[in-house]
Nanobody, 120 residues
Framework: QVQLVESGGGLVQPGGSLRLSCVASGSIRSIYTTKWYRQAPGNQRELVAQISSGGTTDYADSVKGRFTISRDNAKNTVYLQMNNLKPEDTAVYYC??????????????WGQGTQVTVSS
């Protein structure tokens, strides 16, 4: 069984930084594109950043120049470095990955989410 577990959220002042981690565990053959989404209260879930298995990245316009997504394939881990955080970045951040397990069909998996709150 494949699991994604996020960590690294918390309370930070405007202008501060946080680094989120998403660790995939289980019977994993391959991890393809991994994405970070966020959802603020009353809003739809939005795509923040994504990274392909080969390292190609893409970002939402609202976070370009402030957020950086990266991956460590040896550790089955994807990071989201968030700098110059703004109050509008406050949301629950979710990790999503398209995974091919050894013992099941390839599909999307989701983490449980980690809360990021930007406030003074």
């Amino acid at each position: 069984q494949v699991q994604l577990v996020e960590s690294g959220g918390g309370l930070v002042q405007p202008g501060g930084s946080l680094r989120l981690s998403c660790v995939a565990s289980g019977s994993i053959r391959s991890i393809y594109t991994t994405k970070w989404y966020r959802q603020a209260p009353g809003n739809q879930r939005e795509l923040v950043a994504q990274i392909s298995s080969g390292g190609t990245t893409d970002y939402a316009d609202s976070v370009k120049g402030r957020f950086t997504i990266s991956r460590d394939n040896a550790k089955n881990t994807v990071y989201l470095q968030m700098n110059n955080l703004k109050p509008e970045d406050t949301a629950v951040y979710y990790c999503n990955a398209f995974v091919r397990p050894y013992d099941d069909s390839s599909r999307d998996y989701w983490g449980q989410g980690t809360q990021v709150t930007v406030s003074s």
